[in-house]
Nanobody
Framework: QVQVVESGGGLVQAGRSLRLSCVAS????????MRWYRQGPGKQRELVAA???????NYADSVKGRFTISRDNAKNTVSLQMNDLRPEDTAVYYC?????????????WGQGTQVTVSS
């Protein structure tokens, strides 16, 4: 059994910063990619940022230069530092971990954390 839990969401004013954190625990052999997705009101879920086990990162164009993804392989954690937040960043943010355990290779999702940016 695997648990993925996000934290760090909240309400902030435009231009401010927030840091999201996510930890994966349970029956885990190795975690490959870790990703942050978001789903805004009335929108489809979209990939925000991803990081490989080796630290290679990828960002959505809309967050490049403002958001930074990082991870700690020893602790099975991933973080998303969000700077210069904008109202359009308002969404539920989900952590995703692509990992291998005794059941094979699967993607696991957290339940999401709400980020609301006021103008």
């Amino acid at each position: 059994q695997v648990q993925v839990v996000e934290s760090g969401g909240g309400l902030v004013q435009a231009g401010r910063s927030l840091r999201l954190s996510c930890v994966a625990s349970g029956n885990i052999w190795i975690i490959n990619d870790m990703r942050w997705y978001r789903q805004g009101p009335g929108k489809q879920r979209e990939l925000v940022a991803a990081i490989t086990r080796d630290g290679i990162t990828n960002y959505a164009d809309s967050v490049k230069g403002r958001f930074t993804i990082s991870r700690d392989n020893a602790k099975n954690t991933v973080s998303l530092q969000m700077n210069d937040l904008r109202p359009e960043d308002t969404a539920v943010y989900y952590c995703n971990a692509a990992l291998r355990n005794g059941e094979g290779f699967r993607n696991y999702w957290g339940q999401g954390t709400q980020v609301t940016v006021s103008s």
